[in-house]
């Protein structure tokens, strides 16, 4: 018969408890050495009992060898998070200096500063975007009563725009419901034809059902007509 399965816990047993301590240190120590030669790893094992007793095992003779390449290894994957961090830094310090240069060129343009290097096409849009900026300051300064009234129209205007496209969707829905409901009352006066109106005139289902009873009548006179053989 085979061993009974061991309950995982606490063994409160002293003695036995020490007992299979040294047993299952044993065992795993002799299964780190077979992994080292099976598959030529280097394996270190470190083990610490309740009395505080420590017990280590190295495939190289050695615990401190392959704990310092653990430590150097952990180290440099935290140097590379730590390098990847830095480099984001930077990209993003980069991207926000080049965009404050860009800012303080554009305001030198419109300082009338720097003009020499600007080709003919952007002292055009700058004139233009000058032009434009102008206007609205004239605006707000000269008329404000009128700037404010021109937005409201513009905010005005959008809002209707945006209620034509609501209703466009409300009478597109309409229209697709009623031709449902056309398609379906041209059903019902298929079914109304084909089974017939009451206090109206026969259908042609009621015709042929008339024709079925006089048919089964003339046959049944017949019947009755014919001689009957007695023997």
């Given at each position: 018969?085979?061993?009974?399965?061991?309950?995982?816990?606490?063994?409160?047993?002293?003695i036995?408890?020490?007992?299979?301590?040294?047993?299952?240190?044993?065992?795993?120590?002799?299964?780190?050495?077979?992994?080292?030669?099976?598959?030529?790893?280097?394996?270190?094992?470190?083990?610490?009992s309740?009395?505080?007793?420590?017990?280590?095992?190295?495939?190289?003779?050695?615990v401190?060898?392959?704990?310092?390449?653990?430590r150097?290894?952990?180290?440099?994957s935290?140097?590379n998070?730590?390098?990847?961090?830095?480099q984001?830094?930077?990209?993003?310090?980069?991207?926000?200096?080049?965009k404050?240069?860009?800012?303080?060129?554009?305001?030198?343009h419109?300082?009338?500063e720097?003009?020499?290097?600007?080709?003919l096409?952007?002292?055009e849009?700058?004139?233009?975007?000058l032009?434009?900026?102008?206007?609205?300051?004239r605006?707000?300064?000269?008329?404000?009563?009128?700037y404010?009234?021109?937005?409201?129209?513009?905010?005005?205007?959008?809002?209707?725009?945006?209620?034509?496209?609501?209703?466009?969707?409300?009478?597109?829905?309409l229209?697709?419901?009623?031709?449902?409901?056309?398609?379906?009352?041209?059903?019902?006066?298929?079914?109304?034809?084909?089974?017939?109106?009451p206090?109206?005139?026969?259908?042609?289902?009621?015709?042929?059902?008339?024709e079925?009873?006089?048919t089964?009548?003339?046959?049944?006179n017949?019947?009755?007509?014919?001689?009957?053989?007695?023997?």
């Open positions: 018969m085979g061993r009974g399965k061991v309950e995982l816990k606490r063994i409160e047993n002293k036995n408890r020490q007992v299979t301590f040294s047993k299952r240190r044993l065992g795993l120590f002799k299964k780190a050495q077979e992994l080292s030669v099976l598959c030529d790893a280097q394996v270190a094992l470190i083990v610490s309740s009395r505080g007793k420590v017990f280590d095992f190295a495939s190289t003779n050695d401190n060898e392959i704990l310092n390449r653990y150097q290894s952990c180290y440099s935290q140097d998070v730590a390098e990847n961090e830095t984001n830094l930077y990209q993003e310090v980069s991207r926000l200096k080049v404050y240069e860009s800012l303080q060129r554009s305001q030198r419109f300082l009338g720097d003009l020499e290097k600007l080709r096409k952007e002292l849009n700058l004139e233009k975007q032009d434009r900026t102008l206007s609205q300051a605006q707000r300064k000269t008329f404000p009563g009128l404010m009234q021109t937005q409201m129209m513009l905010d005005q205007s959008e809002a209707l725009h945006r209620k034509e496209n609501d209703l466009e969707e409300i009478h597109k829905q229209k697709s419901e009623l031709e449902e409901r056309e398609k379906h009352g041209d059903n019902d006066d298929d079914e109304a034809l084909i089974q017939g109106r206090g109206g005139e026969p259908t042609v289902a009621a015709g042929a059902s008339h079925n009873i006089s089964k009548t003339r046959c049944a017949a019947n009755q007509q014919e001689p009957t053989l007695h023997l």
